[in-house]
């Protein structure tokens, strides 16, 4: 069951092509890992994923990408609705400037959300593992915890609006080894609930969390910068 379905995707930056030809499947709760050096255009394709790429001037996406089997590049699509169904995680923790708790009742406030709050932030600090270390300091700021902590308010946030998806660009990279196990940890166990896309430059971690690896390279040239490929997904 394919969740995504990326087929012939070539992305430009202006005249410079990053991205070239790539086509594969994602599946539905397994986890995938975006592998290969800096460069190559891991980012670049987790963002075509939730259309976040085309809001960078000069991007251009080709090819097709179906989500739930719905070309999501299609005129009549919007992009801000594909977005709302993926969640997103990024490399440095960004937790908004506001408490813990209301970090987690943005996005379902946004939404309308109709069920009893502090149920739903308790979930999904629960889910995110983190609600043990944070349960008597909800009122204070989602910044001024530590990074891991940090970055698991951030899942936690992602995840409170029940996307279907889980994009992370690097999200262990700012952050030292412990927390780094800690989300290792809690990808594993949010598989199974979400489809979840990691990019990541560390073979061990990609293998340890993830169902599915796709490897991209990026030749060396002369000086030109080469478009990046998909060499290889197993
Ligand atoms: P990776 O995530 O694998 O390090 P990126 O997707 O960030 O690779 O970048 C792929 C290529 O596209 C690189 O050559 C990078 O410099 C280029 N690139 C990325 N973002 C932009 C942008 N906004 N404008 C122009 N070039 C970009
Ligand atoms: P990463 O390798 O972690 O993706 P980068 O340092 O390559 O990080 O890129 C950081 C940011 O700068 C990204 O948002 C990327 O899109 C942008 N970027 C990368 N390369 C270029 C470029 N050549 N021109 C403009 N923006 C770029």
């Not at 590049?73 to 440095?92: H, K, L, T």
Request: hydrophobic share 40%; proline share 4%.
């Amino acid at each position: 069951d394919a969740v995504f379905e990326i087929d012939q995707v070539s992305v430009n930056y202006g005249n410079f092509t990053a991205l070239r030809n790539v086509s594969f499947d994602i599946l539905r709760n397994e986890v995938t890992a975006l592998i290969g050096p800096s460069g190559c255009g891991k980012s670049t394709l987790l963002r075509c994923l939730n259309r976040m790429n085309d809001l960078i001037p000069g991007a251009s996406v080709g090819g097709e990408i179906r989500f739930n089997g719905e070309s999501i590049y299609e005129s009549d699509i919007d992009p801000a609705e594909v977005r709302r169904r993926i969640g997103m995680v990024f490399q440095r923790p960004n937790p908004f400037q506001m408490s813990i708790y209301d970090n987690i009742a943005f996005g379902p406030r946004l939404n309308g959300y109709r069920g009893n709050m502090d149920d739903l932030v308790e979930k999904s600090l629960r889910r995110a593992g983190l609600w043990d270390e944070v349960y008597k300091k909800l009122k204070e700021s989602g910044t001024a915890i530590s990074g891991g902590q940090q970055q698991r308010l951030c899942i936690a946030r992602a995840i409170a609006v029940e996307p279907e998806v889980l994009l992370m660009d690097e999200p262990c990279s700012a952050l030292d080894p412990i927390a780094t196990l800690k989300i290792e940890d809690l990808i594993r166990e949010l598989a199974g609930q979400f489809t979840i896309v990691i990019v990541t430059h560390n073979m061990q971690q990609a293998a340890r969390v993830s169902d599915k690896t796709a490897f991209f390279s990026v030749e060396d040239g002369d000086g030109d910068r080469r478009a990046g490929e998909l060499v290889e997904f197993a």
